[in-house]
């Protein structure tokens, strides 16, 4: 009997995505509305390694991240390497490097994707993109103010509408003082009740509770002070014992300051927000999508005092904000914000008769030297069959050459969209071509 023979599978890796050229061409459209928004405040791009060193996230990545969320192995000479679950600690090893050399405020973004072994699901996946936006060398909340107005200047330049997100801010000092004064919770303890805060709204109640009591003395009395506290607006916390005021100041200035750029409907305190991560020192934030179909964050980030202290005795703050592709997609979906992503950039040529395809190639090549990108066609075919060819492609803008147009020096456009066709003289196509493309 003929042996059966076995293929390799087609899909990619489980929580992985196969980028095909309409996902690159979204991905790159989305990519590219955000660098134009960030490179309008100033912001350059960088880049690195996508393997680095174990240690760099042992540090202070947190408990989560480090044992189970990274892909880490030990390379053909010994070495404890990982795969990069986030930006914030290779741009703190970046900067920490050449920090004397930097001119400040350091203002750098990068797109990188990160890996983490996650249970793929609803938002989540194993590889994501993540624009890091990141702000070094300013200590006073001018800078949340920049990195905030920044969140929101990228969701207004897709068109977002107000009521379409959200953008929620706490700060460490306030959880901490609460955790540490309010509830009175030995330093070791207070680590562990912050992690299940976080935890808290993918988890049910009972749950959260159950795993809550054990590390608290007096759970009669703390866990309905926990529940205050959660609900509590930005006014009523000083009813808390021991509350950080200073840090409860700090958000009530910056949420005025961000009201007045206009972002008031969009903006507003929660002591919910904790962020997972250990270096977070002030400022905390995250921007949600109010689309319920879409849980997980937009973007997460915040503060962090000590990150470049881990490689040198040289110390600069830094606050800034990663934003993951998943969620924003679904976001622009669901919202409807995604425009129109024919192939505007590039014009398609059929070949209809064989004898013009010289005549086609000096065409193409005319119009790649003023600047168009242009595909042909390589063997001619039925014109039907190859307007399909250019549907199914994605391309908007047809050229016609035939027998008749070559004479008369013209050129056929159909355009896909509109459904139109117009007649253009050769002589000034380029310049019409690209006024037609930029419309
Ligand atoms: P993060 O909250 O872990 O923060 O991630 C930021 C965003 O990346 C999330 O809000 C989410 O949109 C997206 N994201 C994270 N994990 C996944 C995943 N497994 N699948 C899909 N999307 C995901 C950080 O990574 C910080 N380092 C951000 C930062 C930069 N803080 C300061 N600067």
């Known amino acids: 009997m003929e ?22 061409r979204f991905r790159n459209w989305m990519f590219s509305v955000m660098r134009e928004t960030v490179q309008s405040f100033g912001y350059q791009e960088y880049d690195g390694p996508i393997l680095e060193s174990f240690d760099l996230y042992k540090a202070k990545s947190g408990e989560e991240i480090v044992q189970r969320q990274l892909y880490d192995f030990t390379d053909k000479g010994d070495r404890h390497v990982a795969i990069r679950p986030e930006m914030t600690p ?47 060398g300013v200590n006073s909340y001018r800078a949340e103010v920049e990195i905030i107005l920044i969140a929101d200047s990228i969701l207004k330049k897709f068109g977002a509408p107000a009521g379409s997100y959200q953008i929620k801010i706490s700060h460490r000092g306030i959880l901490d003082s609460f955790l540490s004064n309010s509830l009175s919770l030995p330093s070791e303890k207070c680590q562990a009740v912050s992690k299940l805060l976080d935890k808290k709204a993918k988890i049910s109640k009972e749950v959260f509770e ?64 904790i962020r997972g991560f250990d270096y977070y020192t002030g400022c905390i934030f995250e921007v949600f999508d109010t689309n319920p179909e879409n849980r997980r964050s937009l973007y997460g980030g915040g503060r962090y005092d000590n990150l470049i202290g881990l490689f040198s005795n040289d110390q600069l703050s830094g606050i800034g904000f990663g ?75 047809v050229l016609f050459l035939g027998e008749s147009e070559v004479a008369k020096q013209e050129i056929q456009l159909k355009d896909l969209k509109t459904g139109t066709q117009s007649v253009l003289s050769r002589k000034d196509l380029s310049s019409k071509l690209k006024d037609s493309m930029l419309g």
């Open 3 to 24: 042996k059966q023979k076995s293929f390799l599978p087609t899909a990619p890796y489980k929580g992985t995505r196969d980028f095909y050229p309409d996902d690159m």
């Open 90 to 136: 290779t741009l703190a090893r970046m900067v920490a490097g050449e920090v004397r050399n930097l001119a400040k405020p350091i203002r750098w973004f990068s797109i990188p994707n990160l890996w983490r072994y996650e249970q793929p699901g609803k938002g989540r996946l194993r590889e994501h993109w993540q624009l890091n936006v990141d702000l070094f």
């Open 210 to 273: 159950q795993e809550l009591r054990p590390l608290l003395s007096n759970p009669d009395g703390q866990i309905p002070l926990i529940y205050a506290y959660l609900e509590s607006d930005l006014e009523s916390l000083s009813r808390f014992k021991g509350i950080n005021s200073e840090a409860v100041e700090f958000i009530g200035r910056l949420s005025a300051d961000l009201k007045s750029l206009g972002i008031e409907k969009q903006i507003s305190f929660d002591p919910s927000i």
């Open 323 to 397: 934003l993951g592709d998943v969620t924003f997609r679904s976001f622009l979906e669901g919202h409807g914000l995604v425009p129109d992503l024919h192939r505007n950039d590039t014009v398609f040529i059929p070949v209809m008769e064989e004898s013009l395809f010289p005549e086609i190639l000096k065409l193409a090549y005319e119009l790649r030297s003023d600047g168009i990108n242009v595909e042909t066609m390589l063997e001619s075919g039925k014109v039907g069959k190859q307007i399909q060819t250019a549907e199914k492609k994605g391309y908007r803008f």
